[in-house]
């Protein structure tokens, strides 16, 4: 079956402007998750949701950072007035079920962003 | 707070060596531990994963062994191929909760 898409796998864009990444998850599964890995670290969360609601947001670095998942499949990530620092690859994750920690998360190939 | 910490690398190694990739971590209660893997180019992949102390996890010939006493995690196999050359990733989910957390990764070279 398909697993976790992600669009576009590159972006490049100039500081100050708006970017938006698209994530389609595993068909069925309830949770997704969005993760940003910068170079040579290990990927971080930013985002989780269960369903169409965002069940927690902790992991956003600040308000320039925003989630959406309205029907509870497809999600996007948006980012306002991007900076240098923005600059990573946004992973995406799905899994069937959520909590209790033993859930397997199956990851998109990632977009990778960059910001001039 | 929760966190995982991973030997650094890069390890090179020659075709037919055995690996160990060391991973430790610190955690409350009983967390997940799982090993995912990067290979050029692709995304990350699940490699194996153990849920309770003392649990092996294995695949594709890679072993690791959940042990609650030295909080450990490390990965091993006994005959590395050039196949095999990518980043690692040890990571763990707390009980309860659903984020991962991840090491910084290791990479491995093998060499033919």
């Known amino acids: 079956g398909a697993g976790v898409s992600q669009t576009p796998s590159n972006k490049v864009t100039e500081k100050g402007k708006y970017v938006e990444l698209r994530c389609d998850p595993i068909s069925g599964h309830t949770a997704l998750y969005w993760y940003r890995q910068s170079l040579g670290q290990g990927p971080e969360f930013l985002i989780y949701?269960?369903?169409?609601?965002?069940?927690?947001d902790s992991g956003l670095p600040n308000d320039r950072f925003f989630a959406v998942r309205p029907e509870g499949s497809v999600s996007t990530l948006k980012i306002q007035r991007t900076e240098r620092g923005d600059s990573a690859v946004y992973l995406c994750?799905?899994?069937?079920?959520?909590?209790?920690?033993?859930?397997?998360?199956?990851f998109g190939p990632g977009t990778r962003l960059t910001v001039l | 707070g929760n966190s995982v910490t991973q030997m650094e690398g890069p390890v090179t190694l020659s075709e037919e060596a055995f690996l160990t990739i060391n991973c430790t971590y610190t955690?409350?209660?009983?967390?997940?531990l799982f090993w995912y893997v990067q290979y050029p180019g692709e995304g990350l992949q699940l490699l194996l994963k153990a849920t309770k102390a003392d649990d092996k996890g294995s695949n594709k010939g890679f072993e690791a062994t959940y042990r609650k006493e030295t909080t450990s995690f490390h990965l091993e196999k006994g005959s590395v191929q050039v196949s095999d050359s990518a980043v690692y990733f040890c990571?763990?989910?707390?009980?309860?909760?659903?984020?991962?957390?991840f090491g910084t990764g290791t990479r491995l070279k093998v060499l033919a």
């Open positions: 990571a763990l989910s707390s009980p309860g909760t659903y984020k991962y957390i």
């Open positions: 949701f269960q369903g169409t609601g965002a069940a927690d």
């Open positions: 994750a799905s899994s069937r079920l959520a909590g209790g920690g033993t859930d397997t998360q199956y």
């Open positions: 955690a409350t209660g009983y967390p997940s």
